[in-house]
């Protein structure tokens, strides 16, 4: 583009945000690892994080967090990519569902534990529903916290729901990158939908689904606010344990290391996807 | 065509089926909040409510901190909505118009914030506002919030530049206006409705954050934050009315900006 203007507009215009995201991340990011490896007498000791690897919680929401994690992403991926295709399928109305399927994007984590809470609790929707139609007789303890399997159901399903529409957008994107002509040609040689779909848009929907995996898996490593609206405490998870370490604990040191564990996880899932995309791909204009 | 007809079929039961899944959440929630007071642990409950009644929410709303804490939030996200877009539209235009060195670095720097698990980096920021004195304190939420919402206000707003003609500009100038009346009159009325989605889009990202939220204050609680410290104390009926409350102005919100949604999310 032009180049007449002065070199130096470009930089005055990304200084602010750039100065910004310094301040609020870098620094900070410095100083969890400071407080994570610091003590009160401005020692360094890996104290914390010995702590941290002994507490009975840890173990816990390390397991849950990853199983959660394993849960939700084939879940999730198969329901976006069935949205994905009908809607990509342009059926007449399509933008109407397009438009309902992406409503729970803007749900808060909070909001749709406490939205899926009213369908889970003992005397919820699902409980109703089941009993008014005879599947059971009394009333099932979906939440209890001596059942395991019931949390993690919910706590899956809830996070699903909400999170999906991130993942329908990635690879509706991706669908539309696509060359129709791709798909003509294949129809011309009388492949049926389902072979369409098979050989044709899921190889070249790839790059997309890779991107939208990686996403939702960094995002998995936060899940919180979901986990305490449907388990309160009786489901550990990473996050939630950085939260309680701080809020109930009072602890600034072990919070801090349970973030630097986070941060260092999210890190490596980012590193993994630029890798894979490569910066060509990134550049991609859409 | 029987076959054509049965494809056309199947597509329609899916796409209900799944707009189901997606909306029925929201429909539980409605009537539970709209539940009377007399009729809330009912069992089991009727999935067609024949008696509605406000009084439930009227409750919630009356119960200490909510509204202060409602009012925090909106606070939060209007500060939030500011200083995003007055650091991300300009960033925003300068990607979407000029070609620099570090041009792609910057990109590059966007798409990790976006994915950058920023809520997390409150714990240590807590620290630092203590220091600072900035703890407990909305403007230290707002500005965290800020950080969140920026790789969003920065990707929404330089998609509307990037589709805008760069022609109209380099003429206003030709006929002598300056580089910033040009700006001002000729590229800014047409991005309005991008700016808006932009600002729309950190209001909600603000008024749903809960973690930063929680860690970063004690007293002056944004609306997310004091459910979450109150989630093992109140009842069941008033966290969902709460869980009511959250929901309402965000699902507003994004059936406004629907058309920007790709812009933020989608692969660039």
Known sequence: MRTRTGQLLPFTLLLPSIAFLVVLIVVPMAEALFLSVGTESDGFSLETFQRMLADVNFNDAWRNTFLVLLLIVPLQVALALAMALLVNSHFRGHRWFFLIYTVPLAVSDLAAGLLWLAAFTERGYLNSVLQSSGVIAQPMLWLSFDNFAGLVTAIVIAESWRTTAMVLLVLIAGLELIPRDFLETAELFGATRLRRTMHVVLPLLRPSLQSALIIRTIFAFQTFAVVFALAGRNLPVLAGEAYTSYATSQDEHLAAAYGVVILALSIVAIVVYLRLLGPREMEVQR | ?268
Do not use: C
Request: no cysteine; hydrophobic share 60%.
């Open chain 2, 1 to 268: 065509m029987n076959a054509r007809v049965l494809d056309r079929t199947l597509i329609y039961a899916s796409a209900v089926v799944l707009a189901i899944w997606a909306l029925i959440p929201f429909y539980l929630i409605a009537i539970s909040a709209l539940t009377p007071q007399p009729n809330v642990s009912d069992y089991p409950k009727p999935l067609f409510p024949t008696s509605v009644s406000v009084g439930t929410m009227q409750l919630f709303l009356d119960s200490s901190g909510i509204v202060p804490a409602m009012l925090n939030s909106l606070v939060v996200a209007l500060l939030t909505v500011v200083i995003g877009l007055a650091l991300g539209a300009p960033a925003a235009y300068a990607l979407a118009r000029f070609r620099f060195r570090g041009r792609e670095a910057f990109r590059a720097v966007v798409l990790v914030t976006k994915m950058f698990p920023i809520a997390i980096l409150a714990i240590p920021l807590a620290a630092i506002f203590v220091r600072l004195g900035l703890y407990d304190n909305l403007i230290s939420v707002a500005l965290v919030h800020t950080a969140m919402a920026l790789p969003f206000v920065i990707l929404i707003v330089g998609g509307v530049f990037v589709a805008l003609p760069h022609d109209l500009e380099e003429a206003a100038e030709t006929l002598g206006a300056s580089r910033w009346a040009a700006f001002v009159r000729v590229a800014l009325p047409p991005a309005v409705p991008g700016l808006a989605a932009a600002a729309i889009f950190a209001f909600v990202i603000s008024w749903n954050e809960v973690f930063a939220a929680s860690i970063l204050t004690v007293r002056t609680r944004t609306l997310p934050a004091q459910i979450l410290a109150s989630l093992s104390t109140s009842p069941l009926a008033l966290k969902l009315v709460a869980g009511f409350f959250m929901v309402l102005p965000a699902v507003v919100f994004i059936v406004l900006i629907r058309r920007y949604l790709r812009a933020a999310w989608g692969p660039h």
